[in-house]
């Protein structure tokens, strides 16, 4: 199983950016799929991003043109590049790390990371 930190989240002003790291480690990180999940209150867990082992990347539509997902491999670690944030951006940002696909059913989760936009 990996361990995943994330990092990075904090209050913002809409149409500002952030970027969230996700730190892993405990399996050859270039051998596991990354992607990134957001919960806002009283709403369930929802996909935003993932990037595969081949550093082929998917979004959601609420996230295209304005987020990037890439991957470091040397540094086992995974970003999100925030831009043009919105209040409805407002969320817990999770990590999800899996060998065989990215989903709300992953095998490793991070603690998650506070997203906070203000309008």
């Known amino acids: 199983q990996v361990q995943l930190v994330e990092s990075g989240g904090g209050l913002v002003q809409a149409g500002g950016s952030l970027r969230l790291s996700c730190a892993a480690s405990g399996r050859a990180f270039s051998t596991i799929h990354m992607g990134w999940f957001r919960q806002a209150p009283g709403k369930e867990r929802e996909f935003v991003a993932s990037?595969?082992?081949?550093?082929?990347?998917t979004y959601a539509d609420s996230a295209k043109g304005r987020f990037t997902i890439s991957r470091d491999n040397a540094k086992n670690t995974v970003y999100l590049q925030m831009n043009s944030l919105k209040p409805e951006d407002t969320a817990v940002y999770y990590c999800?790390?899996?060998?065989?696909?990215?989903?709300?059913?992953?095998?490793?989760w991070g603690q998650g990371t506070q997203v906070t936009v203000s309008s």
């Open positions: 990037i595969t082992i081949w550093s082929y990347t």
């Open positions: 999800a790390a899996d060998r065989v696909v990215v989903s709300t059913r992953s095998e490793s």
